[in-house]
């Protein structure tokens, strides 16, 4: 059988090669957004995409791929606690696709990009010359919200850190393509909260995208940790368990690492969004443990098989 592709192997790979940036390049590939040093400035840059069949379903409105496209991005910049300024974006429509749908398409990334002080600057457009999905990507540009505040990464959270969880998880997306994934509201004022309200206590942070137990494992990895995470603790939807908290994905909630005992409000921001302490960064206590672990009923369970195969797939599509 051919090898399996793994996104977090390939990611690996990509890391692997990015070890020669340059001095003005302060944080490459493996955080939320990258970090370059602009004239004596940070400036940060990403780039999302959404596909069909793989972030929505054939069918779903215009309006509300645009708007994902965006907010997408906009999640990123918000699990660095910093301020977006604008965005691009570039798209591949179907062969078949009606000027009335792919204005329609445009407009909602244009309003939806103004929405958040980040207007649309500039793109590109090519359409299929066979069947093909509609492909939307989105690059964001952002600034930290002050020259004293640098980005929260995801790399420096410390052994007895506490994690805490915005909002709920799991639920996020049906199996009928619906589901909050396309409404979600980005934390970007619950990040400028919590980044204000913590300071140097708030050591990582990032947004969950592919499910807690992937994403957890991720900033595990990057920190040099292991995530230990309470299933009982953790703030699941309606109808949810643990384990849909835990792997379902596409939640847009933050994932935060805090330390010194810093006391973290209860809710956040000016929709007073919950938080919740769902578990601890620890040492490794061995080599080849488990990057994130979920306990139950006092039971140490792998869990990092759990969360979305390659960013979301939308089951049945």
Known sequence: MPERFREDDFHAFIRSHASALGPHVLQGPGDDLAVMDFHGHALLMGVDQVIEGVHFLPGTAPEAIGRKAVTRNISDVAAMACRPVATLASCVLPMDVSPAFAQRLVDAVRRTAQQFNAPLVGGDTALHRSQGPLTLSVTVLAEPLSPTRP???????????????TGLLGGSLRPDGSGRHLDFE???????????????????????????AQDAARMALASGLQAVIDAAALPCSPGCGWRNAMGDGEDYELLLAVG?????????????????????????????????????????IAVEHLGRFNDGQVDGA
């Open 260 to 300: 010194g005992g810093r006391a973290v409000p209860s809710h956040v921001g000016r929709g007073r969004t919950p938080t919740r302490a769902i578990g601890l960064m620890r040492a490794m206590p061995k080599p080849d443990a488990p990057r994130v672990i979920c306990m139950l009923n006092d039971i140490e």
């Open 151 to 165: 980005p929260v990464l995801r790399s420096t959270a410390k052994a007895d850190d506490r994690l805490f969880v």
């Open 186 to 212: 980005p934390r970007v004022d619950e990040a400028e909260a919590l980044a204000t309200t913590l300071g140097e206590s708030l050591h990582a942070m990032m947004d969950l995208s592919d499910g807690l």
